[in-house]
């Protein structure tokens, strides 16, 4: 396909820029991360309210707090791994639990981190995170939607976790599009079963889908953005058209995408479902995009495994 | 030196005393609680609420208020006491402590009126204390921020990067106070891990350091002014403090960390020692 590929760190250090020059009171924190999430742009601008803090994720958090409880608008950025895992007790207990006004926007999700390997591979942060009471929880799924990420939970009052990918993402939606908080979107409409996506797997799904209709299955793709809330009606709707369901995420299958839309459809509409993503196990180090082809979450790899789904669920 | 009233000492005093009585009947009437640390604290948190900090009872959460934390989260008891005493809320809810439907959660949350931040979880309170600064800083606002921390809480690493960023960050509108007390809910400090030499830790790192008595009204007073005093960097107070102090058989030891008064006879006695230390003062 004739995409043009952002990348969604840029996307985001343009964006707190923008949001900078609007309102006195934005703040941006790392923790020596700020030159590969973008946040060192912000910092750039606006030394006086940028707060580099070095190697502290645990320490960030806290003082987001603080800075919040006085009244500041906070990001806090670092990778997936740091902000959420070595930081999880910070977020629970001075972020999450006191409802403060902080966005924790974290880059380098999933196994497409690449050379890096596992250590730096986040397969846990959205259950992590959607396990927290008050936190809310968006991967956008291309750059353009970044951008009104950002504006959105900046506007927003209380936390935000963000999820954001290393690489450079196509631009599915474009830059008039609305963010619709909690609401999935249909990307592709199909009915003979439903691929619910998230993030980098968007895309592959919708070349999946393209590989799938040449095996004469007509696929509907729905990208999830908001993890939590989910959207309880696209899920629903999917399974009552299609009559099957696969996810697709660039995370452990527990805890995340899939385990999320098997909550909704086992209370509300329990059909088959598959989940597809890293399986249980950690990544290893390679290019992002050997990476994809090797857990088989590239476009082959989702169109094989919605193949051996079909198989069962159809015969 | 300037003199401090003494009939301001005397008062400050009783306050703590109050905090002390408060303490021990909120935390057996719902037999669970913290006695030692909040014992251990009663005269820093008389001195804070009732003589150093700048703030509106009317109006807690009033932009210009001088901060408090209390990063050693599970003396809730002395702190909700000293609030309620300073009119935060009703002192009879003091006896809601801890009940399902009570504001007053067994750790500082921001239900209560007063409460800069909820904490609990140890280790944290500085680094929320650093934001309050630093916004403190930035909007130009001359308050300033007090964060109470338990000896054995410093153990963890968190306190530590926080004291690194704030000496960096040259917080002279921060003051770490740590309830030095030598005891945690296992066991002596020192035989948990080594936390001497204490001073020269926090020297090490970049604060001004100042070692009192922690239950000297008026050494709290001139230390708390000379960290006003101090400019560029911030200020510590080693508070050297007794686990329990004001209750016999609580006085240093870990048994009482996290507990309450065993029965109606220790409860009693709890109270007949206070008022007799009552009518010392």
């Given at each position: 396909m004739n995409w043009e590929y952002e990348s969604p760190r840029k996307a985001y250090g343009e964006t707190l820029i923008e949001l900078g020059k609007e309102r006195e009171d934005i703040v941006v924190m790392d923790a020596d991360l700020s030159t590969s999430t973008k946040t060192a742009m912000f910092g750039k601008e606006f030394p006086d309210r940028f707060f580099n803090v070095g190697l502290q994720e645990q320490n960030m958090m806290g003082i987001a707090a603080g800075l919040a409880r006085s009244g500041k608008i906070v990001f806090a950025s670092s990778f997936a791994v740091f902000a959420t895992g070595r930081a999880y007790d910070q977020v629970r207990q001075s972020i999450a639990y006191p409802k403060l006004n902080v966005k924790i926007v974290a880059t380098?999700?999933?196994?497409?981190?690449?050379?890096?390997?596992a250590s730096h591979q986040m397969i846990e942060d959205l259950g992590l995170m959607s396990g927290l009471p008050n936190m809310r929880v968006i991967a956008p799924l291309d750059s353009n939607e970044v951008r009104r990420v950002i504006r959105f939970v900046a506007k927003e009052d209380g936390p935000f976790y963000v999820r954001l990918t290393r690489t450079a993402l196509p631009n599915?939606?474009?830059?008039?599009d609305e963010f619709e908080f909690g609401k999935g979107r249909v990307m592709r409409d199909g009915s003979d079963a439903t691929i619910i996506a998230l993030g980098i797997e968007v895309s592959y799904s919708l070349l999946a889908a393209e590989i799938l209709k040449k095996e004469g299955y007509d696929i509907r793709v729905i990208n999830m953005s908001t993890i939590k809330p989910i959207d309880k009606d696209i899920i629903v709707k999917a399974a009552k058209d299609t009559g099957a369901i696969m996810t697709v995420e660039d995370h452990n299958i527990y805890n995340g995408l899939g385990s999320r839309v098997a909550e909704v459809l086992v209370e509300n509409y329990p059909i088959r479902m598959h989940r597809h993503g890293m399986k249980d196990r950690f990544g290893r180090s390679g290019k992002w995009n050997v990476l994809l082809e090797h857990y088989g979450m590239d476009d082959k790899g989702i169109a094989k495994e919605m193949l051996g789904f079909l198989k069962e669920v159809k015969k | 030196m300037s003199s401090i009233d003494p009939e301001k000492v005397k008062e400050l005093k009783r306050i703590a005393n109050d905090i002390r009585v408060w303490s021990i009947k909120m935390i057996y009437r719902a037999q669970s609680g913290h006695p030692g640390g909040a014992l251990s604290a009663a005269d820093i948190l008389a001195v804070l609420y009732f003589h150093e900090m700048r703030v509106d009872p009317k109006n807690p959460e009033w932009p210009d208020r001088d901060r408090f934390v209390l990063s050693k989260g599970h003396a809730s008891a002395a702190y909700y006491a000293a609030l309620a005493m300073r009119g935060f809320f009703p002192e009879e809810d003091l006896l809601t402590f801890r009940d399902v439907n009570s504001y007053l959660q067994g750790h500082p949350s921001l239900?209560?009126?007063?409460?800069?931040m909820c904490t609990g979880?140890?280790?944290?309170g500085l680094s929320a204390g650093i934001g309050m600064a630093l916004a403190g800083k930035m909007d130009k606002k001359d308050y300033r921020v007090y964060v109470l921390l338990g000896d054995g809480e410093i153990e963890e690493g968190n306190v530590w990067e926080a004291a690194m960023t704030a000496a960096t960050r040259k917080l002279d509108n921060l003051v770490a106070i740590v309830d030095r007390n030598k005891i945690q809910l296992d066991d002596f400090t020192d035989r948990m891990v080594?936390?001497?030499p204490l001073e020269e830790k926090w020297r090490g790192f970049g604060w001004r350091v100042i070692s009192i008595n922690g239950h000297d009204v008026t050494q709290i007073i001139r230390a708390l002014d000379e960290a006003r005093k101090t400019k560029g960097r911030p200020t510590v107070i080693i508070a050297h403090t007794v686990k329990g102090k004001g209750v016999s058989y609580m006085e240093n030891t870990a048994k009482y960390h996290g507990k309450p008064p065993q029965n109606e006879e220790e409860y009693e006695r709890a109270l007949k020692e206070l008022e007799e230390e009552r009518r010392k003062i």
């Open positions: 380098h999700g999933g196994v497409t981190v690449g050379e890096d390997g599915l939606t474009s830059g008039e | 239900m209560v009126p007063g409460v800069d979880s140890l280790g944290q080594e936390l001497d």
